[in-house]
Structure formats: C-alpha cells, structure tokens
C-alpha cells in the first residue's frame, strides 16, 4: 500500500467519504487515469477510445507538464473517478499559452470534485498571482 505521503490538501474540496485528491504516483496510475478518461468521454457522448497504453503513450512523452508538481489524481474508495493537468506551449509570435485538462466520472461529478480541480489549474496556472486563461 501506497503511504499518504502524496495526499494534497486543496483549497475547497468537498468533504466526502473515501475522497482523497494526491499527486501521480507513475505507471501505476495509467489503468485508473484511462478508465476515468474513458468514463468522462462516454458520458459526455466522446466517440473515442482511451486506454491505458495511450495514456502512458501522452503521459510518458510531456513537453511542458511535469506530471510530480502539473499533476492531481482524485480518488474514491481507492478508485480514481478524476484528475486535472497543466501544460503550457510557447507559440512563434513569442507568447505562451496555457492549457488545462480537467475530468471527472460522470458518476462522481456535481459534488465539487470538478470546481476543486479547475481552481487548483488555475491557481497551478498562475503561480506569480496573475490570472491566465485556461
């Protein structure tokens, strides 16, 4: 078993049992992270398949995302049901843009889970205070 040396405390986060936010924990998680992906994408109707190889295939290959500090797994009852990432991208007219990835199992959305995350993109997004668009 996994110590909690990796649960986040975030700002804002429901109260419900068995709900953990932490950071990646590595390869680990790419079974967990694709069936949540998946479940998102069902349930809004995604036609796409995501599977725990594409996962290590996008996870293994970031540019401009550390998943150790640009990364938050949600987990309930030790299942991940979501997770927020934060990547950025310098464009040739020499501006960056910033991007964020926020998902939840329809099961588990309109409890809070998806406003924790986006806040905590926003917040990673803006680490000198200043605002940025997601």
Known sequence: MTALID???LPG???LPGLQFRRFRGPEDYAGMAAANQAARD???IEEVVSETSIAN???HLVNSDPRTDLVIVERAGRIVGYARVE???????TRQYFSICLVDPAERGQGIGGTL???TET???P???????
């Open 7 to 9: 649960e986040l405390a």
């Open 13 to 15: 986060q429901p109260a």
């Open 43 to 45: 349930g809004d109707g």
């Open 58 to 60: 996008t996870y293994e």
């Open 88 to 94: 950025w991208r310098d464009l040739t007219d020499g």
């Open 118 to 120: 986006l806040a905590w």
């Open 124 to 126: 990673r997004l803006a």
């Open 128 to 134: 000198t205070g200043t605002r940025r668009r997601c």
